[in-house]
């Protein structure tokens, strides 16, 4: 059974920081593309990153580029999303998302999911 659990979600001010995790079980880690999904309330599900299998590719959307960085693990089974100079803009819901193969910003690429964590940015 696939899990992927994230964490690292929590509150913070514009201009400060946040680490997500992301620890997937039961698949071959290393065979996945990892991306990092949002979601918030008034919107739909966005892409935010994605990670290559073994990290030499990153790719990121524009709205976040040079502010985030993904990054990923093997050893350990953990996809990473460092969250630099945060917005109230980034505030959703972070979901983590495996694809088999090769991933991209297309969603519907991704088999599994996280239940995600929630990022509050407060001005």
């Known amino acids: 059974q696939v899990q992927l659990v994230e964490s690292g979600g929590g509150s913070v001010q514009a201009g400060g920081s946040l680490r997500l995790s992301c620890a997937a079980s039961?698949?071959?880690?290393?065979?996945?593309?990892m991306g990092w999904f949002r979601q918030a309330p008034v919107t739909g599900r966005e892409f935010v990153a994605a990670?290559?299998?073994?990290?030499?590719?990153?790719y990121y959307a524009d709205s976040v580029k040079g502010r985030f960085t993904i990054s990923r693990g093997n050893a350990k089974n953990t996809v990473y999303l460092q969250m630099n100079s945060l917005k109230p803009e980034d505030s959703a819901v972070y979901y983590c998302?495996?694809?088999?193969?090769?991933?991209?910003?297309?969603?519907?690429?991704?088999?599994?999911w996280g239940q995600g964590t929630q990022v509050t940015v407060s001005s």
């Open positions: 990670v290559s299998w073994f990290g030499r590719s990153t």
């Open positions: 998302a495996a694809a088999r193969g090769s991933g991209s910003a297309s969603a519907m690429q991704y088999s599994y």
């Open positions: 039961g698949l071959t880690f290393s065979s996945y593309y």
